[in-house]
């Protein structure tokens, strides 16, 4: 009978201690893994780098010395709440001949004074300011190429400050229409020229998708392998003042369909310019201006559209009656933006919008001394970014503020946004236990916008705090 006690007593013990033991082992193994932070969309501005809403500012070159800081004073006096700047200088002076010393002086104390207003720029150089291109850009192809040449030292020097450079300098306004200089030739060798003078991290921008194939895509091109062409093709983007004003866009698009490599060079219809922008503009930069209000820039069409192509950046001043437009109407989609006013919504989703998805903790176990953390990542936004960003994992001890941060080599330029904003990236660091000697500590993770070195801002509910997001917590006990 004692035997048969005993066995019984095994058979109920075993199974009681196999799971103590389960249990203890559970325990043990998430000893060393944090707790993860649940994120959550929020409808909040963000004042992040290379994108949003911008003012025009317009600076006329001449030999007479410029009060730029002045000047700069009075133009953004009434511009504190945007990124960009889209600068406009007028070389109409020096349509003859070269730009004389004193010319170049007064851009170099330009470009040096805007270090002041802390925006990134958006350059436009235009010989006319009053819709007559031919009139009072210089005759001679040549004399443009030289003021290229003439500016390469102040572009190289504040190539930091510059986002995109619109234009090859010809046209009204600067706009490549109106213009004598209209030949695939001449629009390569000014192209060319631009790329040449100019840091390999600035972008460059021309009106239209027709423009872009003649300079980078066409067959002729391909066939010289010119250099130059590389480094067009990574940094050629668009920006298009008619934008949504009608279904041409005021001649950006045309009527041709696109059969064969041979169309290249002909402007398309407008549902194939936008597919071509949709493609293209998740590389490179688009933007503009809307005009005229109309069907196509009716809220929700434009919404559609200003995702299709990517757009990062618009003229807040115009079209007046356009933005009205947009303020007056409601978005009535679900999520955090129901209810937000149209313009405000088109505000907060130009350029790139990027959202923690996902926080998880693998490993730290009394086994595996080796934490891995996985950020699921995607871009909401109409664009990508297009400058890629320091991102880091930053470990805080919560008893003597000690920090240790390792970086994250992946990239977030890849989420396109637009019609791709559910596509998601996971950033994933791995950290040897053994290296934070913290009982107690927290994770932040932080984005940096590596030209400005200003801070990236996430789109969920969470607030940034003085070492970035906060995405998990380790509470020792």
Known sequence: MAGKRMEMLILVLVPVICMLLLAGCKLLEGRGRPEPVRFTESSRKLNNPNRGFYFIHDFWISDEEMDCVRLVDEKFGMNADTELALIQICLQDYREGAITEAGLSNIRS???????????????????????????????????LGHMRQLEPVLRSCSSQIFILQGLFIGSWGEMNGTRYTASGQLRTLASQLAAVTDDSTYLAVRTPRQRRIIVDSQEKLAQRIPEYDSLERRMGLFNDGMLGNESDYGTYGTDIHEDEADLVKAWTREEELSYQNWICSRVPNGGEVITPNSYNDFENAIEDLAAMHVTYLNREYDGEVLKKWENAVYEGEGCFEGMNGLSYIERHLGYRLLITNVEFTGGSLWENRLTANISVKNVGFAPLYREVSAKLIFCSEENGRTITRPIDQSLTGLAGGGSAEDQIMLSVQVDLGEIPFEKYTIYLDLTDTATGKRIYLANEQDAEELGYKIGVRDWE
Not at 124 to 134: A, C, L, N, S, T
């Open 110 to 144: 330009l470009f040096e004074t805007l270090k002041s207003v802390d925006k990134q720029l958006i350059v436009r150089f235009v010989y006319d300011r009053e819709g007559k291109g031919m009139e009072y850009e210089p005759e001679s192809l040549d004399i443009i």
